[in-house]
């Protein structure tokens, strides 16, 4: 089994909604699909948001990067993907989004040609429901109240407040009113600034949530202050979170070692593919961190297959899982992910057990 073609295609995919960022606000999903063949007529499918505010990647960028890596890894035996995915790193620094995208494509070729889920060749699966993470953020209090009253009644077992999109008195009543309004003690209830603030921005909004339900607050800070992150954990009472400064296990260690952070988002874009993932959760094990999955907003679902295949090989998984399939207004796979009772079930059947309607993607394609 060895690689025959690498195809990078750039799509752009509707949104139900935009989502309001503390820098930015996504009216389409800008995403990179990989179409991957090997010689006996399998194809394996990845995928990855572009963010250039997180890993530096444009659309075109992904592109680029995966046309000039195609050719470097054309050929390679299938059933070694550390040595493709070194091989890639060699000749290519950085670019973890695409590079994600070509693992995630090689991951599903291999597990359909050995007639295995993904999540065995990640070493077996530790459970089959995950617990849904949905994001809140409308723009006003009232509107975020009855957002977040449609989710729970649609099932969704945990929320992510954004904040950083006004001062940090007023995010922080805001998050308190949510609070208040769920009345379910086990709905996981959790905040993101996105890097939205500086430290001193930061620290006055955790004393403002000091009493309230909320188990972590993301990113409070920018992603390089990891002095700035951990000057406000030592002020908050409610666990401080990494994201967008999470880009290595050389990353996990130092906030840690700093106690900058309580627990982290792992995202397949900023550490380069799954194996990255699961390793950073197994480090997370070791380190006693927390643990959240996350799609970046909003890749569509082949992404959200593998993170949830990634959820249910990893060793803990306290945080829940943000699938962003279900923002958008339409996907390329035949049978979208569904969720049940607030957890979504694992993809059955061999790879990444789902189907990709090409009819689709060319509809969605677009020139990067």
Not at 192 to 201: G, H, I, K, L, R
Request: charged share 25%; glycine share 8%.
């Amino acid at each position: 089994m060895h690689i025959q073609r690498i195809q990078p295609i750039a799509i752009s995919l509707p949104m139900i909604k935009p989502v309001k960022m503390s820098f930015e606000e996504i009216l389409n999903a800008e995403n990179l699909l990989v179409r991957l063949e090997i010689r006996d007529g399998i194809v394996g499918w990845g995928e990855a948001a572009s963010a250039p505010t997180m890993t530096g990647e444009t659309h075109g960028s992904m592109v680029a990067a995966v046309h000039y890596l195609a050719d470097k890894i054309t050929g390679m035996p299938l059933d070694d993907i550390h040595a493709i995915m070194k091989r890639a790193g060699q000749y290519l620094y950085g670019n973890n989004g695409a590079k994600a995208a070509i693992e995630m494509a090689l991951l599903d070729a291999l597990g359909k040609a050995r007639g295995k889920p993904v999540y065995e060749l990640l070493g077996g699966a530790r459970r089959s429901h995950i617990p849904a993470l949905r994001l809140i953020g409308t723009g006003s209090t009232e509107g975020d109240i009855a957002e977040t009253r449609k989710r729970l009644a649609e099932g969704y077992v945990a929320i992510k407040i954004k904040v950083g999109v006004a001062s940090p008195e007023a995010d922080a009543e805001r998050a308190r009113a949510i609070c208040d309004a769920i009345a379910d003690d086990e709905v996981l209830i959790c905040a993101d600034a996105n890097q939205a603030w500086s430290t001193e921005q930061a620290i006055r909004f955790v004393n403002g949530i000091a009493d309230t339900r909320i188990e972590f607050f993301e990113q409070p800070v920018a992603a390089h202050d990891v002095a700035g992150m951990a000057s406000v954990a030592g002020a908050s009472r409610v666990k401080i979170s990494i994201d967008e400064g999470l880009h290595s296990i050389d990353d996990l260690r130092r906030h840690h070692a700093m106690k900058a952070a309580q627990g982290c988002s792992l995202k397949t874009i900023k550490l380069g593919g799954m194996q990255a993932v699961y390793d950073a959760a197994l480090v997370c094990e070791q380190l006693d961190m927390k643990v959240n999955l996350a799609c970046k907003i909003a890749e569509a679902g082949v992404a959200s297959a593998g993170l949830l295949h990634l959820a249910a090989a990893i060793p803990s998984l306290d945080w829940g899982v943000s699938l962003s399939s279900p923002y958008l207004a339409d996907d390329i796979v035949a049978q979208p992910l569904r969720m049940n009772a607030g957890h979504f079930d694992v993809p059955v059947g061999h790879g990444l057990g789902i189907e990709v309607d090409e009819a689709q993607v060319r509809r969605y394609t677009r020139e990067a």
